[in-house]
Nanobody, 125 residues
Framework: QVRLVESGGGSVQPGGSLRLSCVASGYPYSHFIMAWFRQAPGKGREGVAAVTNDGTAVYADSVKGRFTISRDNAKKTLSLQMNSLKPEATAVYYC???????????????????WGQGTQVTVSS
């Protein structure tokens, strides 16, 4: 049974930083492409960043240069370092994965079959 558990969310002022973590279990983690999605209030889910098992990463234009996705295949963990946070980053952030997501670089919600429960990030002064 695939299980993804996020942690690290919270409240931060604009310009601040947060680091999200995700622990995976129940499947061969290194075989999965992993990603972070988010859902802001009143909006649909959007891909933030994704990473392959060898570390190749893609980012949404809105977070390039400020967010960094990383993974540790031995520890079965996924991280998202978020710097220079803006109020529009306020959302529930989800850790997601899939062994073979179609067109994974496009980070389409329906391409990823496994989702965590989400962790809230609030950026506000």
């Amino acid at each position: 049974q695939v299980r993804l558990v996020e942690s690290g969310g919270g409240s931060v002022q604009p310009g601040g930083s947060l680091r999200l973590s995700c622990v995976a279990s129940g499947y061969p983690y290194s075989h999965f492409i992993m990603a972070w999605f988010r859902q802001a209030p009143g909006k649909g889910r959007e891909g933030v960043a994704a990473v392959t098992n060898d570390g190749t990463a893609v980012y949404a234009d809105s977070v390039k240069g400020r967010f960094t996705i990383s993974r540790d295949n031995a520890k079965k963990t996924l991280s998202l370092q978020m710097n220079s946070l803006k109020p529009e980053a306020t959302a529930v952030y989800y850790c997601v994965g899939d062994p073979d997501p179609p067109e994974w670089r496009l980070m389409k919600e329906l391409s990823f079959g496994y989702w965590g429960q989400g962790t809230q990030v609030t950026v506000s002064s």
